[in-house]
T-cell receptor, first 114, second 114 residues
Framework: KAGVTQTPRYLIKTRGQQVTLSCSPISGHRSVSWYQQTPGQGLQFLFE???????NKGNFPGRFSGRQFSNSRSEMNVSTLELGDSALYLC?????????????FGSGTQLSVL | DAKTTQPNSMESNEEEPVHLPCNHS???????IHWYRQLPSQGPEYVIH???SNVNNRMASLAIAEDRKSSTLILHRATLRDAAVYYCILRDIAGGTSYGKLTFGQGTILTVHP
């Protein structure tokens, strides 16, 4: 069974640009969540989706947005990029919404903003 | 979310047992204790979880104190591949809206010496 796939693996952008990151969950998984990881702040929750609906959102500005498609694939978008947005962006999927459910993470997209 | 406290770092020798502690004095009755680990250049990986009783799986064991204010992740025979950052996380099953949200602390960096 294929794991969580994130594309692209690496991305370089300049300030002011926007970026879209993609996440394909494990087949059969309907819940997708996104995290940002930086050396200073560690791993921080961005948002989560289930059945195309955003269920929860972390404390990030409105420049960060996401969506989930009917096939459970998800994208996140960051507009008007800032230097501080440089981070590893991780996507995780799980089968259902129970809080006992284990999350499966992808290897992430490393975003560098110049 | 209830807070967890872990040592910043620990060291072990290969093939020796490792006990990784976690304090969670404000844990509620509906909080599950989850452990994830993150190997270099990878996303976090589920290790184990439990509520009240000790748990074992192929990767590790989880020992939970009787008052549930602390827990210990036990790696029975550390290998070089176990070198990672280990995160102890509380997940509230009564949360209702935080299904995919994990609140990561700084974790414990485990170094395994050959």
């Amino acid at each position: 069974k294929a794991g969580v796939t994130q594309t692209p693996r690496y991305l370089i952008k300049t300030r002011g640009q926007q970026v879209t990151l993609s996440c394909s969950p494990i087949s059969g998984h309907r819940s997708v969540s996104w995290y940002q990881q930086t050396p200073g702040q560690g791993l921080q929750f961005l948002f989560e989706y289930f059945s195309e609906t955003q269920r929860n959102k972390g404390n990030f500005p409105g420049r960060f947005s996401g969506r989930q498609f009917s096939n459970s694939r998800s994208e996140m978008n960051v507009s008007t990029l800032e230097l501080g947005d440089s981070a590893l962006y991780l996507c995780a999927s799980s089968r259902q919404v129970a809080t006992n459910e284990k999350l499966f993470f992808g290897s992430g997209t490393q975003l560098s903003v110049l | 979310d209830a807070k967890t406290t872990q040592p910043n770092s620990m060291e072990s020798n290969e093939e020796e047992p490792v006990h990784l502690p976690c304090n969670h004095s404000t844990i509620s009755g509906t909080d599950y204790i989850h452990w994830y680990r993150q190997l270099p250049s990878q996303g976090p990986e589920y290790v184990i979880h439990g509520l009240t009783s000790n748990v074992n799986n192929r990767m590790a064991s989880l020992a939970i104190a009787e008052d549930r204010k602390s827990s210990t992740l036990i790696l029975h025979r550390a290998t070089l591949r176990d070198a990672a950052v280990y995160y102890c996380i509380l997940r509230d099953i009564a949360g209702g809206t935080s299904y995919g949200k994990l609140t990561f602390g700084q974790g414990t960096i485990l170094t395994v010496h050959p």
